[in-house]
């Protein structure tokens, strides 16, 4: 099992950034993603950033140059700087983490944290 438990949500108004932390113990395997996600009220969740174990990273296109995702190998822990935030940003993000292994792959989630951009 690994858990993740993340932090720095927040309110903050059109143009400010946030920073968003989660770090993740346990089990944790030497090959894995980890990323950020989001859900806005009566939407799906959706793909935010990841990164992979190697560096890969992968942005969706409507946050790609306002955000940045970084992580620590060492200390187990990926970061989500929010710059130029729109009110459209806001949302619950949640950590997320994919493992792999010979016998297939597990994906974690975090409890959670709101983000709310004032207009």
């Known amino acids: 099992q690994v858990q993740l438990v993340e932090s720095g949500g927040g309110l903050v108004e059109t143009g400010g950034s946030l920073r968003l932390s989660c770090a993740a113990s346990g089990s944790i395997s030497s090959i894995n993603t980890m990323g950020w996600y989001r859900q806005a009220p009566g939407k799906q969740r959706e793909l935010v950033a990841t990164?992979?174990?190697?560096?890969?990273?992968n942005y969706a296109d409507s946050v790609r140059g306002r955000f940045t995702i970084s992580r620590s190998n060492a200390k187990n822990t990926v970061a989500l700087q929010m710059n130029s935030l729109k009110p459209e940003d806001t949302a619950v993000y949640y950590c997320?983490?994919?493992?792999?292994?010979?016998?297939?792959?597990?994906?974690?989630w975090g409890q959670g944290t709101r983000v709310t951009v004032s207009s």
């Open positions: 990164v992979l174990t190697g560096g890969s990273l």
């Open positions: 997320a983490t994919t493992h792999y292994s010979s016998s297939g792959s597990n994906t974690y």
